[in-house]
């Protein structure tokens, strides 16, 4: 999105209709029960993500940029996420099925009428029409909320999307070598980048192994053939008391039938697919996989210089391709497809190094806390990021299949706990440069 008004708001109106096409599958998928059902403990029944989606969107769009009186005042509450936790709100005064769509429809039209006639500048909230990006992103979130919802759900099969390419080009390798030296991580410039990606600042990364792609199926039925969950030396202290205390063995949605691994993927269930990104593990999963493979995972600044930063000039990009938008020959986002593609697709979406799939597919577990950078201010609100900061949070990089492009780019930071593992969680691992190939490949003088 440039500065022109014009483009801004063409911009804006397309990220939000995107996001209400995807928002309107996703809770017309299913009929009237399914949508106020509550599926797991974990998660929301769809009905409030929707209202929920609405309610954000007028506090916003129409009362905090527009001035705007409350549509229902009554109603905020109910959709305060702070308020209620997840397993507690099927038992609110919830909207109906239809009175939720109404809801977000009526607020939607007149958010319309507001980016039409607002002047997209004045403020920090409509500079750029950062408070129309900020609200296409939310309800992509929500959105990819609710396609977990979905693959949580039981019964029948209620979505269907074609396949994901397959993987291109052979891998020339396995792992890259970046080599050491600072790098600009973070943004000051993306015009719709949340508070926790600001400000760009230089962060040191000595040279370090990524994987040229994220862990396999196939490479993790190796760890759990060779006894990875039966061995606490692969595991933090809190992660291997989490595997004991809840008899895991395999990632969320696997099960072992004659001799073979299968897995549930949004109704239906299928053979393990091997050469497929592993999805549905937890940090401590990643992190025990790791430690078996002789490695370690990324941190989060590894992942980002990974992603972003071209040696050649000093400079980090928007995307590993470059700074143009996400296409679909590049990451696998959206939910155009219902699942990753196999590790070694989206050739053209490679860094200049070679390193694929970082946007899109899997989100990536790293290594690292969830921490302000140095000079974060919380804005718009500090339930957004500000709260989440510490030790409690692992951060995930990249996207994944589930999620829009407004709400994925190289800088773009998610965050949960590490025993997390219904979202679309996988990882990739490194490990740290010899001695030898950090000072060879060290660019600074001296
Ligand atoms: C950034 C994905 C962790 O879903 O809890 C949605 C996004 N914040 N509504 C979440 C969010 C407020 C958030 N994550
Ligand atoms: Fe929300």
Redesign the pocket.
């Known amino acids: 999105a440039g500065q022109d008004p014009e483009a801004l708001r063409t911009a804006a109106r397309a990220a939000l209709s995107t996001a209400r096409e995807r928002t309107r599958l996703l809770t017309t998928c299913v009929d009237a029960a399914e949508l106020t059902a509550q599926h797991s403990p974990l998660m929301s029944p769809l009905v409030w993500d929707l209202a929920h989606i609405g309610n954000q969107e007028e506090q916003w769009l129409l009362r905090a940029v527009a001035g705007r009186a409350p549509m229902r005042p009554e109603i905020d509450s109910v959709y305060d ?1 702070f308020e209620h936790p997840r397993a507690e709100r099927p038992s609110l005064p919830l909207l109906s099925p239809d009175e939720a769509h109404r809801y977000a429809a009526e607020v939607r039209g007149r958010a319309f009428d507001v980016l039409d006639t607002s002047a997209l500048r004045g403020s920090s909230l409509l500079d750029a029409g950062f408070a129309f990006g900020m609200i296409a992103q ?1 309800e992509q ?2 959105d990819e ?1 609710m396609l977990i919802t979905h693959q949580l759900r039981r019964g029948p099969a209620a979505l269907a999307a074609p396949e994901p390419p397959p993987a291109a080009a052979p891998l020339t390798a396995h792992e890259v070598l970046v080599p050491g030296g600072p790098f600009t991580m973070g943004t000051s410039t993306e015009p719709w980048a949340l508070d926790n990606e600001r400000p760009a600042h230089r962060r040191d990364v000595p040279a370090y192994w990524i994987d040229t792609t994220p862990v396999t199926c196939g490479a993790y039925l190796e760890f759990m053939a060779d006894g990875g969950y039966e061995e606490a030396r692969w595991w933090d202290g809190a992660g291997w008391a989490y595997v004991r205390e809840h008899g895991l063995s395999a990632p969320l949605f696997w099960r072992r039938e004659g001799g073979q691994w299968l897995r549930r993927r949004f109704g239906v269930t299928e053979p393990v697919p091997v050469n497929e990104p592993v999805l549905h593990v937890s940090w401590y999963e990643a992190d025990a996989y790791a430690r078996w493979a002789g490695r370690r995972l990324p941190t989060e600044a590894e992942w980002e210089k990974a992603a972003r930063h071209d040696q050649d000039n000093d400079r980090s990009r928007r995307y590993p391709w470059g700074d143009t938008e996400p296409t679909p020959d590049r990451a696998n986002l959206g939910q155009r497809h219902l699942r990753p593609a196999p590790a070694g697709a989206y050739e053209q979406g490679q860094s200049p190094s070679g390193v694929r799939q970082l946007i899109g597919d899997v989100w990536e577990w790293t290594a690292s806390d969830f921490l302000p950078y140095p000079g974060f201010v919380a804005f718009p609100y500090r339930e ?1 990021s500000e709260v989440f900061f510490g030790p409690d949070h692992k951060v995930l990089r990249g996207g994944s299949f589930a999620v829009d492009q407004v709400a994925c780019r190289g800088t773009f930071r ?3 706990y590490p025993v997390r593992r219904q979202i679309f969680s996988g990882f990739r691992t490194a490990r740290d440069a010899s001695p030898e190939e950090r000072t060879a490949h060290d660019p600074r003088p001296g």
């Open positions: 996420a939310h979130q929500h909320t957004y998610n965050w949960d």
